[in-house]
């Protein structure tokens, strides 16, 4: 039950607020989430005030290097980020009576580059299946999110308990056509721009540079250009405009390779990154819809190894 303190500001903010928040904290932008919610970034502005005056706290440092949320905004966008899933589920229950939905959560890059062109194939075969995707970085608790299913990358790991990975990734350099055909050796690397996928932490060791030089014994010369980014799929956006040579991720880059955007680079090289998994949520295991959406995705996946 709620205190009368807790009740007085909770009749302040209003949902569009909350929503706003909830998209500025997601994308630690305003410029983005008014995008998002087409509106002015002026309006998200507002009702980033308005929560915070209703709370009497900051949600948001801003700094000379962007966004970041305080340890209460972080709190706060928590809360926001499952109340309005479950809010959405709740309500696409209730608008969708002849229909069924699943939710899957999976990363930005697995979405965008593989999930989201796939999706029509599986509404032809299961046309009254709606299908929600939340492409996040974080590793959402499905059950507190309202979460159906999550596709999972982590590194593979000898001794990890449960059943192996559908498939594991292959890393290899890839580029448009017309520098592909600049490059016939490794040494042919030195003279087009890198394009980096912006990895501080060192989380994916096969997806750094410096490795690549090191296993193609090459020394990178401080004059080679680079292009930085921290969404891998802007990394092959930019490939296939010709910016330079990426290193592509299987299953994510087989679409522009097989659709001919791009090609492989020094075809001999190549190294192990990520392992695919599905996770399905305790209270949606037994759902028929969901096991359909899961077995299309395992058959989907297994095709891109076998494939």
């Known amino acids: 039950m709620l205190n009368s303190s807790s009740s007085h500001s909770l009749r302040a903010m209003s949902l569009d607020a909350i929503r706003g928040f909830e998209s500025a904290a997601r994308h630690l932008s305003f410029t983005a989430a008014a995008e998002e919610l087409c509106i002015t970034q002026s309006a998200v502005s507002k009702q980033v005030k308005s929560l915070e005056d209703a709370l009497g706290m900051a949600l948001f440092l801003r700094g000379g290097k962007g966004l970041s949320l305080t340890p209460e905004g972080r709190q706060l966008y928590e809360a926001a980020r499952a109340s309005l899933a479950q809010l959405a589920t709740a309500i696409d229950r209730l608008l969708a009576v002849d229909r069924v939905s699943v939710s899957v959560t999976t990363t930005p890059s697995f979405a965008a580059l593989w999930l989201a062109p796939k999706l029509a194939k599986f509404q032809a075969l299961e046309p009254a299946i709606d299908v929600r995707v939340d492409a996040s970085e974080a590793r959402l608790n499905l059950e507190r999110e309202g979460m159906d299913l999550a596709v999972r990358l982590s590194p593979l790991q000898a001794g990890t308990e449960g059943p192996p990975p559908l498939l594991q990734e292959q890393v290899m350099l890839v580029a448009a056509p017309a520098i592909a055909a600049r490059i016939a050796s490794a040494a042919d690397i030195l003279h087009v721009p890198l394009l980096v996928y912006y990895d501080p932490a060192m989380r994916f ?51 522009l390779l ?10 001999g090289q190549t190294v192990e990154g990520m392992a695919y998994r599905i996770v399905t949520s305790a209270h949606s295991a037994e759902r028929p819809a969901v096991q359909k959406f899961r077995e299309w995705l395992e058959r989907e996946l297994t095709l891109e190894v076998i494939g």
């Open 258 to 267: 097989r659709s001919g955007q791009l090609q492989v680079v020094l075809p």
């Open 205 to 255: 060791p096969w997806m750094s540079w410096t490795a690549w030089y090191e296993r193609l014994s090459l020394r990178q010369s401080p004059q080679q250009p680079c292009l930085y980014f921290s969404q891998y799929e802007h990394v092959l956006n930019a490939a296939v405009q010709g910016a330079g040579v990426a290193m592509g991720r299987t299953p994510l880059v087989l679409p």
